[in-house]
């Protein structure tokens, strides 16, 4: 696996897409020390102080759209795996779409790009950029939703030890790339049913009350599970079951 580490960038899935437009398509990890542009979903702003980890994965993708989507749950997985090499497992969740909880709150995003790069007039390369923040030093005040960071989960005696458990976001992006190829060559290789088993056992208040906020509605039901390509079930107050493919979702109390 190659790793580029920058200073300071617009994006790290920026970069990486000018990368793939240049024809290179990973794979590739691309860390910054900060990104004066950094984006979530939606075109949400990214806060990119010092100290956190902002990365994205250049990967080829020869897949569908719907195993485009699957791969977020990939980056969820691999994240999930690798914040558990510093804080329990009972603090760590999954919550749909692609958040990961520390103790019921936000600690990182992922965000999925996808392009394709002409080679020649008859062949293009299709290309994935799987960008992911993750709150290690701090986090943002005043969100929607209640963020916290990675080391506030960390007893202080194991970041002043002889051997400190947080030495830096390199050597956590070496255990997300790692985990990340992990979770990728399951998709490929055995499809999306393994990957959203994983994701379930981990997943935050499912089955459980739900409040979709999509941009022209918004109604309540119960998160039933996901679909065979990872939309969130709902079940409506009149029992209808509808599929969630994009939105914002709040569980119970929320």
Not at 133 to 162: C, F, R, S, W
Request: charge should be neutral.
């Amino acid at each position: 696996m190659r790793f580029i580490e920058l200073d300071s960038v617009d994006s790290t899935n920026a970069q990486a897409k000018r990368l793939a437009e240049q024809g290179d398509f990973g794979p590739v990890w691309i860390r910054a020390d900060k990104q004066s542009a950094g984006r979530g979903r939606r075109g949400r702003t990214w806060t990119s102080e010092t100290g956190n980890l902002f990365c994205s994965g250049l990967y080829p993708h020869d897949g569908n759209a719907h195993q485009l989507a699957q791969l977020s749950f990939a980056a969820s997985l691999a994240l999930a795996d690798t914040l558990e090499h510093y804080v329990p497992r009972n603090l760590i969740s999954l919550k749909w779409p692609n958040d990961v909880l520390l103790a019921r709150a936000k600690t990182a995003g992922i965000l999925l790009e996808s392009g394709h790069t002409q080679l020649n007039i008859a062949h293009h390369q299709k290309w994935i950029v799987v960008g992911i923040g993750v709150n290690l030093t701090h986090h943002p005040d005043m969100t929607e939703y209640p963020a916290t960071h990675v080391m506030a989960h960390i007893p202080q005696e194991k970041l002043t030890g002889p051997e400190p458990v947080m030495t830096g976001a390199q050597t956590v992006l070496a255990i997300l790339a790692a985990r990340f190829t992990h979770w990728r060559h399951m998709l490929l290789t055995q499809g999306f049913a393994p990957i959203g088993q994983a994701w379930m056992e981990r997943s935050y208040n499912i089955p459980g009350a739900v409040n979709v906020r999509l941009p022209s509605e918004t109604f309540t039901g119960e998160a039933l599970g996901l679909d065979q390509n990872g939309a969130l079930r709902v079940r409506l107050e009149n029992g209808t079951i509808r599929d969630v493919h994009a939105g914002d979702v709040f569980f119970g109390a929320e």
